[in-house]
């Protein structure tokens, strides 16, 4: 890649970073966290519909706009959603609503994809597509579900953080910035000195110098974003070398995943919706494995601390 096309890279993943960030601030102050929501399930929407392309790449047929319908229903089907929505609400029946919407989204799913190949006649690769249909919905559905968890994991009435919404959006940027400054940093440690190929059969542009790089840079980050917003996030300094080192790991994986289906695909991109990067879903991969592994990290490190962020139970 030459260096002119490094610099508009890097402008571009700037102003989408700023998009993302203004999104946030909109949030916070205008307590219209609908706009948030409304993000996610965009994000979950067409990275399925790029992943379904992919799979059609393939040769399957999978049921697309099932997917898509289900991926997202899948995503918004929280417990955290519904409470928002319905703050009088007992936790108990939030969750039971929330339940009820994925156990709605699986029926739909399952209904539909057996009626659409029995109308079909079983013509084609029946197993092939079904299976690119399943995989879809819990890899945007399941996984993107934790942008929503991500979201409320401070509580209201918290009494160990002052501003429990400030918390929430800080923590689901640090998300962000984790999985993909450090996929930023093992961009160009890697271009400057990779030379031992990470796994060349599926990134073969991935070396292990980049990754390392990465690694380093997301506990960095990590411990930075720890000191400066200690406050807020009621962080103890140590939460961000765990937090950044986690997620410059898992923003890692998620990049290898899907660079994998892509490699399998035969596809340079996902898409071809962002110009320089590709597809939403070439955007999004380091995050979709992030954001579980951030809101499992925090809740374990809450635990282990005698809900020091949050108290137990609350």
């Known amino acids: 890649m030459s260096d002119g096309a490094v610099r508009t890279r890097v402008l571009l993943g700037t102003v989408m970073m700023a998009a993302a960030v203004a999104i946030f601030v909109l949030d916070y102050f205008t307590g219209l966290i609908y706009f948030y929501y409304l993000f996610v399930a965009f994000l979950v929407g067409w990275g399925a519909h790029e992943f379904y392309s992919m799979a059609e790449a393939r040769g399957s047929k999978p049921h697309k706009y099932l997917g898509v319908f289900c991926a997202v229903m899948l995503a918004l089907s929280s417990k955290e959603l519904v409470t928002n929505f319905f703050p009088r609400m007992e936790a108990g029946s939030a969750r039971g609503v929330a339940e009820l919407g994925v156990m709605a989204a699986i029926s739909i799913l399952m209904v539909g994809v057996f009626a659409q190949q029995i109308l079909k006649r079983g013509s084609g690769d029946s197993f092939a597509d079904i299976s690119a249909t399943f995989f ?53 440690v890697g271009r400057k000195w990779g030379r031992h190929k990470l796994i060349p059969e599926i990134s073969p542009k991935k070396s292990w110098e980049g990754a390392i790089g990465g690694l380093v840079f997301g506990t960095v980050l990590g411990l930075i ?90």
């Open 136 to 188: 879809g919905v819990i890899y945007l559905g399941f996984l993107g579900s934790f942008f929503i968890k991500i979201r409320h994991l401070y509580h209201e009435g918290n009494p160990h953080v002052a501003n429990y919404q400030l918390a929430n959006l800080l923590f689901v940027m640090l998300v962000l910035v984790g999985t993909k400054g450090g996929d930023i940093a093992a961009f160009f």
């Open 225 to 314: 974003w720890a000191v400066a917003f200690s406050g807020v996030l009621r962080f103890r300094w140590y939460f961000g070398i765990i937090f950044g080192l986690t997620l410059a790991f898992a923003g890692l994986a998620g990049d290898l995943a899907e660079s994998l289906i892509k490699r399998k695909a035969a596809v340079k991109d996902s898409g071809h919706l962002i110009p320089m990067f590709g597809g939403l879903l070439d955007v999004i991969d380091a995050p979709l494995f992030g954001a579980p592994a951030a809101y499992y990290l925090w809740l374990l490190l809450n635990w282990l601390t005698d809900g020091y962020m949050r108290p137990l139970g609350q």
